[in-house]
């Protein structure tokens, strides 16, 4: 058989295979560069129109995608050259209608004597590829990128991948309709992938595209959304979100497509276009809520294994003795450990776990409270409850039931309400509220100060106590705003006959400035941290060795109370209740002028009340000197300057302006000689004020 009785037996027999197939096959001369393609293509690709027994390649060219003639041409070259023996590429074809279609090439060289190439054999499928890729855009779907990216990962730090969502395309369908919206979606398509840097665009899904970015650099990465919003700029916006294929961060392509999702929902939050950058804290933040949702669940389902209870004590104030206890829900994880309740409450919240768990903390509070309450009949017991809990219309009933099931009295048993959301329907609340009132129970505002919660709603809700957070208490000093609104809610709440709770107490200094105000009660480290209900019981309610320490505990706190309200007598309250007035007088060396600074205590002693400056206050102190005495004085200030820094006295008869003729005591030196005047300084009293003993 000569060679062109060996390639018709060749074509036929792959006329018959073709029959059997919905693939094309092809056979190709690669020296002559004719082509012949067999099998259907007629109906979709206008690849050989005018029925030519050969196609050349520039012929092929014509139904291949723009972007994916040069990698096709490279491929023919390559094997021409003799580099591959073996075809195989995706790319795409064009139809006779626009729509473009992923084509999986592949076919074998076959060579001639001297071993060179002679023919390509082979077939074109669309079929492999028609699940892989979005016939609207043509470009890959997200099934064949969650292939591709578990070949990508492991090509740690080289890429970055884009998520693009097209912001309010379902309005731009609508309002141009679903044919402008079909033109936009393949504008966006083009032009990502047109985008320099970008190296595979995937449609994800209907108005999400993926970008694979050739760049390990975030402002690069940055730069190549610009270009894409500029270019489509008036058209459409969008929000994106960006993170580094990091073999260190993901394992999987699960992951980095949960991870790109989640940054989008912070991109989405934004108006306009915006671009969210990947952070990984953000992302472990989210997985740990996550596992931590799915441990509590079980926990509450495994009879609330992993919670329990600690009790704060919270004391009377002034002498104190113990008043009762909080209860706090603790946490622990069987596979996360110990989580504090910033952390875990929120969840319990969010998850409304805190309905079941709310009320297990109840019941057990309960049972303690009844433990306790046989020791001490005065002793309190106070429970949180979150606004979310109160949306349960028969949280009332359910926690009224819990007293009677343990035949308990609710009185001395206080529900501290938290607002750590809004309340929406006070009305509703404020019933629910009255249900345990007239049960006994007493309702505490929370955190008061720090949530919504004003005075005005304090009334409407007939509260029993407000718990100042420790946010106000901290570092608390007179004279502070803090100060002013804590002494504000007491003077409020003693009119109502609301008791006031301060928590969060941890130093005596802090006590001290409190006491001040007298609240009823109090809360804080300084007394106890919250401990677990047996020692709770053993140093606070049965006469234990451990009882004997807290009493200690209590007397050493009161002493500390003492010497500290000695150590924070205000200076200038000591001179104002003694009567001793400081005063400072500058005397000008060339013109005589004198100028006269006093403090508070002194303005009392002078009766002066209104305005004055220090020339006015210099005159009126002296003019009301008895003249019999002006030239003593006169003589003192002239002493003094002879010789600075010896102290000299005098008493002279000075008229006050309310209470005329007053005896007044006065010392004083010569302190200094500067900026051309002399200063002198010292004090005055009152001598009809002072008893001889
Ligand atoms: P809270 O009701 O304001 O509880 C007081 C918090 O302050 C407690 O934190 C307590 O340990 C802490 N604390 C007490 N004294 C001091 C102090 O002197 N200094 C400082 N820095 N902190 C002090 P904890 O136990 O971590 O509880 C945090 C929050 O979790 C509670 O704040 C409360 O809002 C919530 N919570 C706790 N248990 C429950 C519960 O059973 N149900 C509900 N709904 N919330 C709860
Ligand atoms: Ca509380
Ligand atoms: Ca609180």
Redesign the pocket.
Known sequence: MNEMEKIESILMTMKEISKCTNDFLFIGDIVGDRNVFLGDYDKDYALNDEQKPFICAEELMKIVHPQDREILQKEITDIAEGKKDFHNLNYRWIKRNGQIAWISCRGTVLKDSNGKPQFLIGRVSEEALARLYNPLSGLWNKEKLMEDLENEIPMNRTKYLMLFDINNLTAINLTFGRTYGDILLKQVAEKIEQTKKVSSVYHVDHKNFIAVIDSYNEDEVRNVFNEITNQMMGKCTFAASALPLDIDVFNDSTQVMDALSITLARAKNQLENSLEMFSKEEIEQRVREHTLILELKKSVKNNFAGFY??Y?PQVKSETYEIHGT?????YTSLNMGNI???EF?PL??KTHL?DK??MW?IEKAILQYREWKKENPDFHMS????V??LEDPHIAKKIIALFEKYNVSGRGFCI?L?E?HKIHEVDKIADILRSLKEYGLQISI??YGTGYANIAYLKQLEIDEV?I??FFV?DLKKDTYNYNLIHNILQFAKQNNIRVCC????TVEELSVLESVSPNIL????FD??LKSTVMGEKYLYETEEYKTHIRQRERICQEVQKQSFLKLNIQDVLINNGVGIWLIRKDKATDACEMYIGNAMKKILGIELDYTVETCYEYWNERIHPDYQDKVKLILEKMLQNPRKRYQIEYPWKHPQLGYIMLHGSGMCVSDSNNKYVFEGYHVILEDVEDV
Not at 326 to 330: M, N
């Open positions: 209870l600690m704060q909080e209860a706090l829900l603790r504090y309740p910033d409450i319990l919240e805190i768990v709310g903390v429970v949180n409850i979150s979310i809990q501290e938290t750590t929370d955190d718990k957070d420790r901290k928590e969060g107490v941890e809360q804080g480290y300084l941290r919250p």
